[in-house]
């Protein structure tokens, strides 16, 4: 067997390189005391700031739960709640709740994953591993392997195209600057997202084709970024 | 504790890769009337094996892919309206399996018949250094 040409069926090659998580949040917070307002002229949302300690943004995946069970970052329980997570260069921000207070407890679990070349600055960062799994690497299991990452740039609301020729419908993962300097998931709703809280909020939207990477920007006014990265594996 | 620039660095110990220990597909298959003012749900789950896993899930129609947790404007990309109803699609872990739900709303002002249609579910499903959910 061809290991290049089979790679995605291998723990893990250094012809294509894998995502780093750089840390893991994990704890609750009090939805009406432990919350700060950001308001913009939608109207407000609600937030739990972590400070990460790194000197630039993470890209976060969040898994939160309040009445109902554990639910996805950018999902609706069965409550109706929702939440989401973003990130600047000195905070991880968890949504309680947007344009209304909310009550009782969210427990969070964030990971944070290292987006390369979000600038220039190449800082040192410390080694993280977590107390919950020691173990960093294993061959009996498969590691994404990261086919095409890079940074696309906005100044206006656009679509742009990335090729990626695998012949079939990859994985990735796109996030993007809502806000300068303020990282958010791929995420877009219109008048239909619980988080659009400004007008000058930029939404995103994505998605693979055989072919094709698309990434869209709405609303974007000066200049916003959007990192991808197209996996090998489907 | 020892200090790496990540930038250019294609895999080290120090840091964890994802462990993608899993993947898994199901389908939401997509039919039936709903009256005005009403919501269908369709679900799926996906089983999985370890505790503290969580997984990248995507929807494929419409011979696109979208994550399923990016959204209305993204998850519309893969469903076929009948419509201006509207889709939501909720992801959650129990200990066991993740539940893949996709509501319709029907908010047009009459009865709808859904275009029948199946939404493929994959998710990649990774061994995450976080606790027991």
Sequence with gaps: MSLVSNAQNVAFTTRWPSDKIVGVWEGSFNRATDVTTVTGDFGSIYVYRIAHGLTRPVA??????????????????????????????TYIYVVSSAFAPAVGTMTYKVI????????NTNPLVSSYVSSNKTKVFDTSINYQKVYLQNALSYTSP?????????GYRPNFRVFYEAFNGQVWPCYSGGTANPFLYDSSMVECIASVTTTSLSVELLSVTGTKRAWYKVYLDA | MSDLRLDQVDFTTMFEAPQNYLTGTASLVISGNVTDGSTKNFSTTIPYTRSGTRADVYLDGNNTKVLANS??????????????ETIDVLVQYSTTDITILASIFNGTGAPITLTTQTITVSAVLYDAPIGSL
Excluded: E, M, R
């Excluded at chain 1, 195209?161 to 695998?166: I, P």
């Excluded at chain 2, 998850?75 to 201006?84: D, E, G, H, P, Q």
């Design chain 1, 158 to 166: 656009s679509t742009q195209s990335v090729t990626h020729s695998l």
């Design chain 2, 71 to 84: 959204g209305p404007d993204n998850t519309s990309l893969v469903y076929t309206f009948v419509s201006s």
């Design chain 1, 60 to 89: 976060t995946d969040l898994l939160w739960k309040a009445t109902a069970g554990w639910t996805d970052g950018g999902c609706t329980d069965n409550f109706g709640d929702i939440s989401i997570s973003y990130s600047d260069s």
């Design chain 1, 112 to 119: 944070g994953s290292w987006i390369p070349d979000y600038d």
